[in-house]
């Protein structure tokens, strides 16, 4: 990989102040909805404008594939790009939200940036290399039973459309473990569960750019990324992100 993570994270962090302008001016924003319970903002589209010009001049070699503005040509190397994870929290003042870049060579994850800009909370990867939180490595944590646990799950806006529409098992979840959040954006949860904040995250109906960074930010600090039947990789229609410890026994509740 010749990509540079130290350029990534200065064209991320600008990606950032031009959400946190939109964030800051929320009222004067313009807010629609592609679907009943799906948003775009201004700040999405200005986002993703931003990050397809900067990457494709600066790495002409590497496809594009934003939320936004669909595939560029070439896919065999590209960004996948979620301008902004969490727009519906984004439009409500609420602080849950991030820029989400991955690049991808021939199926494989290379390298990630989640970006939160209202928590100035920036998580990389490199695969190989360990993940970081703002330079400062990071690791899953050393929870090893569910019932202490603090785990994380979303609902697809999909969901009323869908016959499992995850709300059962999160209720047989929630019976075995402590703690519950739903944050509202999965790249975060997923940066979330790297951390060691949370112990598990899972949620359906994704799509390869909500998760595609945050799950080698997972893999790289020590966690598990599989369906929920435990087939390791990354399958955004089902994916569950734990730390390993928890793994085996969350599984027999998917
Ligand atoms: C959404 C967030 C949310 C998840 C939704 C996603 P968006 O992405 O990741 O946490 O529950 O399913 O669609 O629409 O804000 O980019
Ligand atoms: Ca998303
Ligand atoms: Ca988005």
């Known amino acids: 990989m ?19 302008a939109h964030f800051k001016d929320l ?37 594009f594939w934003g939320e936004e503005g ?3 040509a070439d896919q065999s190397a590209r960004w ?47 695969k190989g290399r360990g993940a970081f939180k703002n330079g400062v490595a990071i690791n899953v944590s050393d ?10 799950t979303g609902f697809a806006c999909l969901r009323s459309y869908l016959t499992d529409n995850n709300l ?8 075995r473990t402590t703690g519950q959040r739903r944050f509202g954006s999965a790249a975060m949860d997923l940066c979330l569960v790297a951390d060691g904040q949370v112990d598990a995250f899972w949620e359906q109906e994704l799509n390869l750019y909500d998760v595609a960074a945050g799950a080698l ?5 020590g966690g598990t990324v599989t369906d929920f039947q435990g087939n390791p990789g990354v399958f955004p229609k089902q994916i569950l992100a734990t730390n390993g410890k928890v793994l085996a026994e969350i599984l027999t509740l998917m």
């Open 217 to 221: 930010v997972v893999l790289e600090a």
């Open 143 to 152: 929870e090893s039973g569910l019932a202490d646990a603090m785990v994380a």
């Open 2 to 20: 010749t990509i540079s993570l130290v350029e990534l994270e200065t064209i991320v962090r600008e990606a950032g102040q031009i959400a946190l």
């Open 168 to 175: 059962e098992r999160f209720g047989r979840i929630a019976q």
């Open 27 to 63: 009222k004067n924003t313009e807010i629609h909805k592609k679907n009943p319970r799906d948003f775009v903002t201004a700040a999405d589209l200005a986002v993703e404008a931003y990050l397809q010009a900067t990457l494709t001049k600066k790495y002409p070699r590497y496809g």
């Open 70 to 72: 669909g595939q560029s």
């Open 80 to 126: 996948v790009v979620d301008p902004i994870d969490g727009t519906h929290s984004f439009s409500r003042g609420q602080y849950f939200w991030a820029i989400s870049v991955a690049l991808e060579i021939d199926g494989e994850l290379m390298a990630g940036a989640v970006y939160a800009p209202a928590l100035d909370d920036y998580y990389t990867a490199a």
